[in-house]
């Protein structure tokens, strides 16, 4: 690989100008300098992104639009929950046993929290579906107001926890396969970009999560006789930014489906043909912060999410140096090592096993994904935006333009 180049902005010093005053110049002169610097600027924009200065350079460069990537983003997401090392929470097993639909209240826990309670009969010796959850949703949640209500609790469940690992593995396969392709050796190469603006940076953003106890899972084991949230915590919340050479930042979050902003993208056309899951999913969660979603009069983004910090992947030189040096999916210990230290410094918590493992398993799937759809131009057959629902409790509105979280509760 060649090194990453193009992520800052470097002064440029230039000479005081010794030209002679302009009413002195003739017309074709003021046209040439006109263009040169309009021709200079250009340079700077394309070396800015990394990209060549001389045309088969530049024609070897593909560009890849960031409001069609989403509909990858949302499906490289789901495959990692998809994959098999990924540890399923112990309610999917078992029999759930109440009524734990859209609309009954929150029960508050002193110790624990208040939330949605879901009971599970965890007390058969062998798990009941044995260790795989089941196809037929009322054999595992009998009180289901229907079967699309049962399917979407399972998937804000299954699509639950681990986000940092599976985000910083997504960011970094994208710095490896998009952002480090090799093309002095005649390959073509690919950059993002958004609304004709280049992606200069990229990586996670951390803060709070809006989250209202009705939006929120709390789970009771009928075996351990103990209550416990579901494994993710809102005022830890994680997501993708994106940020463009106009300064225009779009962010994408798959965690938010969990507490019930169920924005999703249907996913049938970015599913490469050689996935290694046996499992094609029909949507994925995609909360897409772009634009127009700021800009919609009847939404306040700043409610849904306060950040408190970020890091960006793509200017980080240790994780560059990491990427030039490494094959992602055999990545040395010491150079993994480079990683974890990366997200422990971010989240200032230690990463346990079971995130390193995943880190390491989906950094070598997500890498393999791309390079394959890369080589392949797949993404010349995408849509131009792939097709986007709300997941809807029942009784709530269908609108965009009227976005509910949870219950029929408008931002």
Same mark, same amino acid.
């Given at each position: 690989?060649?090194?990453?180049?193009?992520?800052?902005?470097?002064?440029?010093?230039?000479?005081?100008?010794?030209?002679?005053?302009?009413?002195?110049?003739?017309?074709?002169?003021?046209?040439?300098?006109?263009?040169?610097?309009?021709?200079?600027?250009?340079?700077?924009?394309?070396?800015?992104?990394?990209?060549?200065?001389?045309?088969?350079?530049?024609?070897?460069?593909?560009?890849?639009?960031?409001?069609?990537?989403?509909?990858?983003?949302?499906?490289?997401?789901?495959?990692?929950?998809?994959?098999?090392?990924?540890?399923?929470?112990?309610?999917?097993?078992?029999?759930?046993?109440?009524?734990?639909?859209?609309?009954?209240?929150?029960?508050?826990?002193?110790?624990?929290?208040?939330?949605?309670?879901?009971?599970?009969?965890?007390?058969?010796?062998?798990?009941?579906?044995?260790?795989?959850?089941?196809?037929?949703?009322?054999?595992?949640?009998?009180?289901?107001? *229907?079967?699309?209500?049962?399917?979407?609790?399972?998937?804000?469940?299954?699509?639950?926890?681990?986000?940092?690992?599976?985000?910083?593995?997504?960011?970094?396969?994208?710095?490896?396969?998009?952002? *480090?392709?090799?093309?002095?050796?005649?390959?073509?190469?690919?950059?993002?970009?958004?609304?004709?603006?280049?992606?200069?940076?990229?990586?996670?953003?951390?803060?709070?999560?809006?989250?209202?106890?009705?939006?929120?899972?709390?789970?009771?084991?009928?075996?351990?006789?103990?209550?416990?949230?579901?494994?993710?915590?809102?005022?830890?919340?994680?997501?993708?930014?994106?940020?463009?050479?106009?300064?225009?930042?779009?962010?994408?979050?798959?965690?938010?489906?969990?507490?019930?902003?169920?924005?999703?993208?249907?996913?049938?056309?970015?599913?490469?043909?050689?996935?290694?899951?046996?499992?094609?999913?029909?949507?994925?969660?995609?909360?897409?912060?772009?634009?127009?979603?700021?800009?919609?009069?009847?939404?306040?983004?700043?409610?849904?999410?306060?950040?408190?910090?970020?890091?960006?992947?793509?200017?980080?030189?240790?994780?560059?140096?990491?990427?030039?040096?490494?094959?992602?999916?055999?990545?040395?210990?010491?150079?993994?090592?480079?990683?974890?230290?990366?997200?422990?410094?971010?989240?200032?918590?230690?990463?346990?096993?079971?995130?390193?493992?995943?880190?390491?398993?989906?950094?070598?799937?997500?890498?393999?994904?791309?390079?394959?759809?890369?080589?392949?131009?797949?993404?010349?057959?995408?849509?131009?935006?792939?097709?986007?629902?709300?997941?809807?409790?029942?009784?709530?509105?269908?609108?965009?333009?009227?976005?509910?979280?949870?219950?029929?509760?408008?931002?």
């Amino acid at each position: 690989m060649v090194p990453v180049v193009g992520f800052t902005y470097p002064w440029i010093k230039q000479k005081p100008s010794i030209a002679p005053p302009a009413a002195k110049l003739s017309a074709r002169f003021v046209s040439a300098q006109r263009a040169m610097s309009k021709y200079t600027a250009q340079r700077l924009v394309r070396k800015q992104i990394g990209e060549g200065t001389n045309r088969t350079a530049a024609r070897k460069t593909e560009i890849l639009e960031l409001d069609s990537f989403r509909g990858y983003l949302a499906w490289m997401y789901e495959s990692s929950y998809n994959h098999p090392e990924m540890p399923f929470h112990y309610s999917l097993f078992d029999k759930i046993i109440n009524n734990c639909n859209p609309g009954i209240p929150p029960i508050h826990v002193p110790g624990v929290g208040e939330a949605r309670l879901v009971v599970v009969d965890d007390r058969p010796l062998v798990s009941l579906f044995n260790d795989a959850p089941p196809n037929h949703m009322r054999d595992w949640w009998p009180m289901a107001q *229907s079967d699309d209500v049962a399917r979407k609790l399972r998937r804000r469940i299954r699509w639950s926890g681990y986000v940092l690992p599976v985000l910083t593995a997504m960011a970094c396969a994208l710095m490896s396969k998009i952002y *480090s392709s090799p093309w002095s050796s005649g390959g073509r190469r690919f950059r993002l970009q958004y609304r004709s603006s280049p992606i200069t940076d990229f990586g996670i953003s951390l803060g709070s999560a809006k989250a209202v106890a009705e939006d929120r899972l709390m789970f009771y084991s009928m075996k351990n006789k103990r209550f416990a949230m579901l494994p993710q915590d809102p005022d830890q919340h994680y997501r993708l930014y994106f940020t463009t050479l106009k300064g225009e930042e779009i962010y994408f979050d798959g965690g938010a489906y969990t507490f019930n902003l169920a924005r999703v993208v249907f996913v049938d056309a970015y599913i490469p043909p050689n996935a290694p899951h046996p499992i094609s999913p029909e949507m994925a969660p995609c909360h897409w912060e772009e634009r127009e979603f700021r800009t919609n009069k009847m939404l306040d983004p700043d409610s849904l999410f306060h950040e408190r910090t970020r890091v960006s992947v793509l200017r980080s030189e240790k994780l560059q140096r990491v990427i030039e040096r490494s094959d992602p999916q055999h990545v040395a210990d010491a150079d993994l090592a480079v990683f974890f230290t990366f997200m422990e410094e971010f989240s200032r918590k230690k990463l346990d096993v079971r995130d390193k493992i995943l880190f390491d398993i989906l950094l070598g799937q997500h890498c393999k994904n791309l390079e394959g759809m890369l080589e392949k131009a797949l993404y010349r057959d995408w849509p131009a935006r792939p097709p986007e629902d709300i997941d809807l409790d029942p009784y709530s509105t269908s609108a965009l333009n009227d976005l509910t979280w949870g219950r029929d509760r408008n931002i």
